[in-house]
């Protein structure tokens, strides 16, 4: 299994990025993808979760009406797009994977919000 995050970067408060994870290695139609987040100093925590048909997602009520988590089952993709950025939304975000019996993870990609 193998998960590759990119899209992240420096953006000012307000603006927008949009994150992509390229998985392969698994039936990518069949689990759950989901992102995570870690500030510095911060537990990991969950930000978006989208089921393997794309008809089921949830949010964290930090996130709610800002990030939309998709899924593009043709390319083997999942992707968050992030809207209204604020300073305190800077982290590494990971893309992760449950494939049983084992958690995977992506290397993550920097998110800096900052002016």
């Known amino acids: 299994v193998q998960l590759v995050e990119s899209g992240g970067g420096l953006v000012q408060p307000g603006g927008s990025l949009r994150l992509s994870c390229a998985a392969s290695?698994?039936?990518?139609?069949?689990?759950?993808m989901s992102w995570y987040r870690q500030a510095p100093g911060k537990e990991r925590e969950l930000v978006a979760a989208?089921?393997?048909?794309?008809?089921?997602?949830n949010y964290a009520d930090s996130v709610k009406g800002r990030f939309t988590i998709s899924r593009d089952n043709t390319k083997n993709t999942v992707y968050l797009q992030m809207n209204s950025l604020k300073p305190e939304d800077t982290a590494v975000y990971y893309c992760?994977?449950?494939?049983?019996?084992?958690?995977?993870w992506g290397q993550g990609t920097q998110v800096t919000v900052s002016s």
């Open positions: 989208i089921d393997g048909a794309g008809g089921s997602t």
């Open positions: 992760r994977a449950v494939v049983p019996p084992s958690i995977y």
């Open positions: 290695g698994f039936t990518f139609t069949r689990h759950t």
